[in-house]
């Protein structure tokens, strides 16, 4: 009788943790990662968006920070020559593709920051108000419209 009630139990044990496990395993834990934006424009001033973060799953990251990149890199441009009020500028190098600093966290994407305007010192406007254009969790369309991929 007393064998057969510890047998249940251990049973009963054994199956809890294992269900406990598949719930961990099949949670997915979230990343953040901390980026900002910098263009170069052909009259030698460079650009610099404030530090924004996005959160997604670890294995989506590379995903979202390039959708972000794509989504925002010609608005960054737009949002320059009205701030400025230059309709003439444009991105110095035609050729690059990603605007976007990124890094896991934000001490680090700090000092990256701070070494850039010590080394661009006068040549720099920062675009305080620039909002970044991100992938939502759900998959809806963001308020500003759907980030494609070009």
Known sequence: MRIGIVLTLLVAFTFTSFAQKKGQKAA??????????SIELNNGLS??????????????????????NSANRLRILKFAQTTLKDRTLRIKNDQVVIVL??????????????????VNKGSVYNLDKYKFIKPTDS????????VTVH
């Open 28 to 37: 997915v834990r979230d990343s953040v990662a901390f980026f900002y934006a």
């Open 101 to 118: 600093s990124s890094k896991p966290t934000l001490k680090a994407l700090q000092g990256d920051l701070d070494r850039f305007l010590n």
């Open 47 to 68: 650009v610099v968006t404030p530090i924004d973060s996005i959160k997604t799953s670890a294995n989506e990251m590379a995903k979202s920070l390039f959708q972000v």
């Open 139 to 146: 998959g809806e369309e963001s308020p500003f419209g759907k």
